[in-house]
């Protein structure tokens, strides 16, 4: 359905707008289109990108995004200016993914923007700080934490972006590794039923399959994103000594580097998914296999080596005495406090969410959109003594 502004625009610009109809007009049967982007709200008549093209932007001038350049990927205790950061991995993913997509003519603007917000819910100190995130938020009442549904949180509702309903699935259902194997995409009627599975998601069950092959490319990107950076950082910090390390099978099938690993899962992704009639994404099975073999290598040998998990209780505590602190703060309506300053008050935080919001609830999303330093540097605030210049004034 066009709505009234976009007949607006489309008057306006008549060339720009037949020639994306044209465009996608070349896309895939299954591929996504402009016209059916879902939004809540639709406060904006169009312009001149496409809805999917909008969304990217949107996204990209969010403070959620900016705060992307100072939270870590893997290794977050470790000081070296050459490994991968969360920025620098979403653009890895977002590059993937759209060379995937062209390739199978689907919607780039599409891939682009589930891309580049998949990870925004990603919170200080990695997966493990997820978990400690979401200890704590069992314990209040709130569910688990995981930060596919804290992404959406944040552009749904926290900054309240009116994103597309396929850009927010696709964030929602880009994580996840056992159904990579193969991938068909499962429609989502309407916003009810995409609220309901994020309802579903919070309480612990998988989000299943993106609604769109754009999300499902995403979904596959994610990894072949990672896998072999892992390793290459691994490597430049001294968790591994080469790349000759990785098991012989992963090396024979999948390359023993990680410019070689991404080439090898791109091509045999083109080679074994079908956008155009069955409406599947898919590796091979020898691909899968040598890529669960070189997943579980990296657990052992990277996510779960002792030196990189030395100080997992201390940040346990970290997060414990942030999040005790900041809902104190909020119950007492202590209004000095940076959870007031800092993201209550602030313009950009969405009047409607606060009034819908927990205590606990805000503490929780203070916390989780913290980088990796401003955590550290909160933490310092609430434990060390203040020391006084001079004299009491």
């Known amino acids: 359905m066009v709505r009234q502004g976009e007949h607006r625009e489309e008057r306006r610009n008549p060339a720009i707008h037949r020639y994306t109809r ?63 950061h969360r920025v620098i991995h979403v653009q890895l993913v977002s590059k993937i993914a759209r060379t995937i997509g062209r390739c199978l003519r689907l919607n ?5 923007a589930i891309a580049l917000g998949h990870d925004i819910g990603h919170i200080p100190y990695g997966h493990f700080g997820e978990s400690c995130l979401s200890d704590l938020c069992e314990e209040h009442g709130l569910g688990k934490f995981f930060h596919n549904v804290q992404s ?44 309901r599975k994020i309802g579903a998601n919070e ?31 691994a490597q430049e910090v001294g968790l591994i000594k080469g790349l000759a390390e990785i098991p012989r099978e992963c090396r024979k099938v999948l390359g023993a580097d990680n410019r070689t690993i991404i080439d090898t899962l791109i091509h045999d992704l083109l080679d074994n998914s079908d956008a155009d009639n069955e409406c599947f994404v ?9 890529l669960a073999t070189l997943r579980a ?27 005790s602190t900041y809902l104190a703060d909020i119950e007492a309506d202590r209004h000095s406090s940076k959870i007031f300053t800092d993201f209550t008050e602030a313009p950009w ?26 955590f550290l540097k909160r933490f310092e605030e609430c434990v060390l003594p203040h020391r006084i210049e001079g004299a009491f004034r």
């Not at 070349?26 to 990108?49: C, E, G, M, V, W």
Request: with cysteine.
């Open 297 to 323: 290598f990296s657990r052992d040998h990277i996510y779960n080596n002792p030196k990189l998990t030395a100080e997992r209780e201390k940040i346990r505590t970290m997060y414990r005495v942030l999040f």
């Open 203 to 233: 309480k612990g069950n998988r989000a299943g399959p993106p609604m769109t092959l754009e999300g499902c490319i995403v979904k596959f990107a994610d990894t072949i994103a990672f896998i072999g950076r892992d390793l290459q950082d």
């Open 349 to 374: 935080v969405s009047r409607d969410y606060l009034r819908e919001t927990s205590p606990a609830g805000l503490a929780r999303d203070f916390v989780a959109g913290m980088t990796d330093r401003y």
């Open 282 to 290: 898919s590796y091979s099975s020898e691909v899968e296999h040598a």
């Open 108 to 112: 780039e603007d599409l891939i682009e």
């Open 152 to 195: 959406v949180r944040s552009l749904d509702r926290i900054e309240d972006q009116d994103l597309t309903m396929q850009v927010l699935d696709g964030i929602l259902c880009h994580n996840g590794e056992a159904d990579d194997l193969r991938i068909s995409p499962e429609p989502c009627p309407d916003w009810p039923a995409f609220d």
């Open 22 to 84: 044209e465009r996608e007009a070349l896309l895939s049967s299954h591929a996504s289109r402009t016209d059916q982007a879902l939004r809540r709200k639709n406060r904006k008549p169009a312009d001149i990108r496409t809805p999917y093209s909008r969304d990217a932007d949107r996204i990209i001038h969010t403070r959620a995004y900016t705060r992307y350049i100072d939270k870590t990927q893997v290794f977050y205790l470790v000081e070296n200016d050459h490994i991968t």
